[in-house]
């Protein structure tokens, strides 16, 4: 079992998910009788109070796991989720002795819960499988199972400032999608309809105005919620990869009087790739707001009925732009002077460049391609 005592718990702590961290620990704290609930994410007590984190492998750990990725998942078990400061046992969902580990770590003998046990491991290889813990992507990997919708809760911070971003986008869009003349209220009642299920009268009126009946209105609005999340998400990424790309384009330079030129191919390699996932976000955020400026209702409920099946693709696209620039950052703090040189850029971007990359058979525009209204 890897162990670490202490483990700094805190910096973990979100009380939801972001794209990097699933904090269901600090979830329960957030919703205590989330306990209780008869449609629990984990089956064993101890895995819904746990954190997952998307790692990015250092070298030293690559024999810890069976992956030919270098983000992987990183399983942290608390040893007491009333006291942080006791530490936590954790381990990779990739490691190749996860079972073992687990019926160690959980204190109980699979053979007498053979059914848990399997489907806690399921859940867990679905959790390794998503691109990061956006709170859409997470509820779009469990279609068939009936889980209690706080498990997709986004963490508090996050929340406030999402929901101040769906105000005032709807404070642009309220006139057109309804057909009325803006009041001060309308933004208001609009983005109730997002994140309120008790406004019933308001959602009506959406969901005749958009033509739809109420099981694809559901859906819809599902749709419509993870579109806005990650336009939001874009914003917070603009300003961090256009510091990223001037960092490598500084380096470029200090790499262009290096012997051999070690930092050519990575350099090419990621601006490639960001260049490609930016644009199919960009195309899809143009997209949507080209719907939206029509007004057209028919041509709306198309776009949100089709969006909860693009989240795979935008989730992956923004997550991996996501981890480029937040773990750029990470070790821009960890240097006295907060700029990475050149020395330890040819270690890093290596694998950064393996991280962001797409298939060469992925590189179509997924907007153009795939004739989205």
Same mark, same amino acid.
């Given at each position: ?75 942290? !078990? ?28 959980? @204190? ?61 986008? !709807? ?7 309804? @057909? ?42 599902? @749709? ?9 998400? !874009? ?48 195309? @899809? ?58 020395? !330890? ?29």
């Amino acid at each position: 079992m890897f162990s670490r005592r202490p483990y700094d718990l805190k910096n973990l702590v979100r009380g939801g998910s972001t794209p990097r961290v699933l904090d269901l620990c600090g979830l329960h704290k957030r919703f205590p009788d989330l306990a209780q609930t008869p449609n629990p994410l984990f089956r064993h007590r101890g895995l819904n109070r746990c954190f997952l984190i998307k790692h990015n492998l250092r070298r030293n750990e690559r024999s810890l796991v069976r992956s030919g990725r270098n983000i992987v998942t990183k399983l942290v !078990m608390p040893i007491d989720p009333k006291d942080p400061g006791a530490g936590a046992f954790w381990t990779f969902i990739e490691a190749p002795n996860l079972e073992a580990w687990l019926e160690e770590a959980l @204190g109980r003998d699979r053979n007498l819960y053979e059914e848990e046990f399997t489907e806690d491991v399921r859940t867990l290889s679905r959790l390794k499988s998503a691109p990061a813990f956006d709170p859409f992507l997470l509820e779009a990997l469990f279609p068939e199972r009936d889980l209690d919708p706080r498990y997709f809760t986004m963490a508090k911070a996050d929340e406030v400032e999402f929901k101040m971003f769906a105000a005032r986008h !709807m404070a642009d869009i309220s006139a057109k999608a309804l @057909g009325e003349t803006t009041t001060r209220k309308r933004p208001e009642r609009l983005a109730a309809v997002l994140f309120n299920a008790k406004s019933h009268a308001q959602r009506e009126d959406l969901r005749n105005a958009l033509r739809m009946d109420p099981e694809d209105f559901t859906v819809g609005v599902f @749709g419509w919620k993870g579109l806005l999340y990650y336009l939001w998400r !874009m914003n917070i990424i603009t300003e961090e990869l256009a510091s990223f790309l001037r960092d490598l384009a500084r380096l470029e330079k200090e790499d262009g009087s290096a012997p051999f030129r070690p930092l050519a191919a990575p350099i090419s390699r990621i601006r490639r790739s960001v260049r490609l996932r930016w644009e199919d976000l960009k195309a @899809g955020r143009e997209n949507y707001y080209r719907v939206v400026d029509d007004g057209d209702p028919i041509a709306m409920r198309m776009l949100l009925l089709k969006a909860p099946n693009l989240f795979s693709r935008i989730g992956d696209d923004v997550a991996a732009l996501t981890h480029l620039t937040t773990y750029w950052n990470y070790w821009r703090r960890q240097r006295g002077e907060g700029v990475i040189r050149h020395e !330890m850029a040819t270690t890093l971007l290596p694998d950064l460049a393996g991280d962001i990359a797409r298939d060469l058979d992925d590189d179509m525009p997924l907007y153009h391609s795939r004739g989205v209204a």
